[in-house]
């Protein structure tokens, strides 16, 4: 049990002792034991009133009993150190651990600095929303953001037992309204622009055009194209595996390596998709012309053969760099399209991502299920897919109406099966 005392009255090593006045003004002690019986530390705290320290040894008591006990270690932890525990904790990616890291380094530590993580509170958190917003110049959406990874790691510190309660709770209503007020806007390339700018890149490289805009993958999924994905007869590709600048560096032995690296993995590998398992990927419908331009590449250019090594998946990759003796990097793709973009004429901003939108748009456009573009995107949520282009889907009531109509009119025949099974999820 927790025992509220007066050391200047129960201490003979207090310098007080003894006292005898009965009301000295001398602090209150609440002397306690942590959980865990005679195992468990001693703790003192004192109080200016015996009020309050019967308040404490109360408290102390009750979360003892239902199991909520905090340890005053744990709610001392500086912010910074629970996070860096929190990057280094589960199974995440190297991009994923940089892009905490960086976090930490440009917007926690600068604003909270040494502050204990059982100090923050909801109107702490608000101010920092407010401070990166308009001291830093972030978006909103971009504050949001690392603020949810922040939610995350006070989810990390009450799992763990630094904390009590995540303060995040306490501000979920503002962090709705700042993503609803956040909008992202898509642009596409025409059709004209697309075939412009492949025209002018070198010819070992206009099939990356392709692949992004008729078939949906990403620039990194379409660097990383090896002839095994490819199954020609049944005309699809199996997306499974990216470039990445995210790799492990090995030791820096240069003045040169250790700039370049800072410390950090930043090398270009080959790596499974983000987010799947190793055994997961998708198919994705490969167009009958774009099947006949992969097989004209591998005739003219023929592939580059990587091994199973440090930063790579072995195959017969379809790209490489000028050279031929590497993996395909970002910036060699980023500085061969600027250069055909500025051949072709084109003045406006065109990026590679904008092909896999239009491959998307179309798709939507003609009709083609939300659920299947979803699937082919590599989007694991079909909302997601919905609310980035319902602006090019046609009107789904209009389309239903006629069908109906058709139906009932007999201008449409339909031919459905009296019975048939369904995979339901049971409740």
């Known amino acids: 049990m927790a025992r509220v005392l007066q050391k200047c009255k129960d201490d003979p090593r207090n310098v007080h002792y003894p006292c005898a006045q009965s009301r000295c003004g001398h602090p209150w002690t609440v002397r306690y034991r942590e959980p865990g019986g005679r195992a468990g530390g001693q703790r003192e705290k ?13 408290k102390v008591e009750r979360d003892k009993d239902l199991g909520t006990y905090i340890a005053p270690t744990g709610l001392l932890q500086p912010l910074a150190a629970v996070y860096r525990e929190f990057i280094a904790s589960g199974d995440r990616v190297n991009g994923t651990r940089y892009q905490y890291e960086t976090s930490l380094r440009l917007h926690v530590e600068p604003y909270f600095g040494g502050t204990a993580i059982g100090a923050v509170r909801p109107k702490d958190l608000q101010a920092w929303l407010k401070w990166m917003v308009e001291e830093r110049g972030y978006r909103e959406s971009t504050a949001i953001n ?7 790691v006070f989810s990390f510190a009450v799992a763990n037992e ?5 303060p995040c ?3 979920r209503t503002s962090r709705r309204r700042v993503k609803r007020k956040a909008k992202k806007t898509i642009r596409l390339p025409t059709l004209e622009e697309i075939e412009a700018i ?5 010819g070992p490289y206009k099939l990356l055009v392709w692949l992004m805009a008729g078939c949906g993958l990403r620039i990194g999924e379409a660097c990383a194209v090896t002839l095994q994905q490819f199954d020609f007869e049944a005309g699809l590709i199996y997306v499974d595996r990216q470039v990445t600048q995210d790799g492990e560096n090995e030791e820096p ?12 993995g930043r090398a270009h590998c080959v790596r499974h998709l983000k987010w799947r398992d190793l055994d997961e990927g998708r198919a994705v419908p490969l167009p009958p012309s774009i099947a006949v331009r992969v097989q004209e590449h591998v005739q003219r250019h023929g592939t580059f053969r990587v091994r199973d090594a440090m930063n790579r998946l072995p195959g017969d990759y379809l790209f490489s760099n000028v050279g031929g003796t590497n993996i395909l990097m970002y910036s060699l793709v980023d500085r061969l399209w600027r250069k ?5 004429g084109i003045t406006r901003k065109i990026t590679p991502h904008w092909l896999r939108h239009f491959f998307a748009s179309a798709g939507l456009s003609k009709g083609v299920p939300v659920t299947d573009m979803a699937e082919w995107l590599g989007h694991r949520d079909p909302r997601i897919t919905h609310e980035t282009y319902a602006h090019v889907m046609p009107d789904a009531p209009g389309r239903l ?3 109906m109509d058709s139906v009932f009119t007999r201008e449409t025949e339909l031919s459905l099966p009296l019975e048939f099974e369904a995979v339901v999820q049971a409740a």
């Open 46 to 58: 004192s109080f200016e009133k015996k009020g309050q320290a019967d308040v404490f040894a109360a």
């Open 146 to 152: 690392r603020y949810e990874t922040l939610a995350g």
């Open 253 to 264: 032995r240069t003045a040169v390596q250790r700039a370049i690296t800072k410390g950090r």
């Open 198 to 202: 492949e025209r002018h890149l070198p």
């Open 169 to 171: 709770q306490h501000v």
């Open 162 to 166: 630094y904390i009590t309660k995540n």
């Open 340 to 344: 055909a973009k500025q051949s072709a």
């Open 401 to 403: 109406r006629a069908l």
